[in-house]
């Protein structure tokens, strides 16, 4: 398993999941009653751009000038973006970096414990122990915070149904695998079998429009509850690999796809390379 998820860090793929993130954390955060965030895929809670992720003597353009790099100092920004631009520089002066200068990227875990409330825990779970040990070493003190290094497919077994009722579920593997697609439907079906009430929000990429409409096709197969999906493309070339990303949102929040109405071509506008840039979304499964 090679996959560093430093080399992507604040990339357009970043944004766009993080940005979401925070909204459906803050959606949840509407009822009183406190929550389980589990991230199954969790990284190593944060990242430091300033340090190569390459292997010595290799090099590797980094990804998050096309990000985040092209919001942090952008003044025009809906809420959400905004939002989301002030975690990331509340990251930074936590983490020390001096003169509103950008340095490090949160990750996932960094959101989800800078947003939660004393009554919300986070179960966070990652595979690859050096990861594993930045993230422990990162969050495992806090109250209500429990890191495993483990297989987070396993953690919908392990987690679910959680005692407060009320979830939060983020799968955000790597897609590096082949059969990843395949593993996270099988994770799904068995977290919507424990738990059929929770909000599950996947992330995937988009290299292949017919891999995405067949992941989208299986979904459907398997009567899922309500389920939006929303994809930014930031180009249509196809010389490039990956074209866009998705996320999938099982049981959203109330008043979720309303929100992602405006925000959605601003951030195409935002984070585009090309004029095929386009973000969209739509029901896979119709509320009723
Ligand atoms: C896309 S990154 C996660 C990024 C993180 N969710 C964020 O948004 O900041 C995927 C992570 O999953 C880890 N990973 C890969 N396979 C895994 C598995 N089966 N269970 C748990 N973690 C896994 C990788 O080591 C990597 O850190």
Redesign the pocket.
Known sequence: ?N???AF??GNYA?VF??TL?VRLLQALQQKEKGFLYL???????I?DLAVSPAPAGRSRPPEWPGGIGRLWAAADLPPPLADYVALVRACNEHAGSGRGRLRFY??????AAHVRRPQDRLAL????PE?ARALQAGFARRRRVTVEC??????LRAQLPPPERRALV?I??????KGEFT?VLGALREGLRRFPGGVYAV?YPVTERTQADAFHAAWRTLAPPPTLWTELAVTADPQVRMKGCGLLVINPPWGFADELQPLLPVLAGKLGLDAGATARCGWLVPET
Not at 39 to 45: E, L, P
Not at 106 to 111: D, E, I, Q
Not at 125 to 128: A, I, L, T
């Open positions: 398993m996959y560093r998820h992507h860090a970043d999941k993080h993130l991230d199954t895929h969790a990284g190593r809670g990242y949160p990750g996932s875990p960094w959101f779970w990652e595979r690859q990861e483990g297989d987070g497919y396993g953690a983020l955000d593997p790597p897609f590096e695998e593993a992330w």
